[in-house]
């Protein structure tokens, strides 16, 4: 099922809900499930793999935790958006710790929990 899941997916959010902690981890594409006050709750392993991160961030702020450059930018964006209803954002960014010249897109989604799935798709060169 988890090679099913497109990235554009109008209901992305819906589909990995159903799927296991493994099959997450096995998405060709990065996934962070936030609470609602942004603490990672989920962080899959093929974001740690293609993210370069090299840490566990479980538990922690993710704004605390991230090291791009705009992130109260970012937080303010996405606080927004929760406020004004159901989130689907759609970022395109360049540079992660990996590999500071790839692009990536990043799409921020409302979970049921009440919190924001992250999904990441990076550039593969």
Request: proline residues 4%; charged residues 35%; glycine residues 6%.
């Amino acid at each position: 099922m988890a090679d099913a899941i497109d990235f554009d997916a109008p209901d992305i959010a819906r589909r990995v809900e159903a799927l296991s902690q493994h099959e997450l981890d096995q998405l060709p594409f990065g996934v962070i499930l936030l609470d609602r006050h942004f603490v990672v709750r989920f962080y899959s392993a093929t974001e740690a793999r293609e993210s370069g991160y090299g840490m566990e961030p479980l538990g922690r702020d993710f704004f605390d935790v991230s090291r791009c450059d705009d992130k109260l930018d970012l937080r303010t964006r996405w606080l927004a958006a929760m406020e004004q209803g159901p989130v689907d954002l759609d970022l395109t960014r360049t540079g992660d710790v990996a590999m500071p010249k790839r692009e990536m897109r990043m799409r921020i989604v409302s979970a049921r929990n009440g919190g924001l799935w992250l999904f990441v798709d990076r550039d593969k060169r």
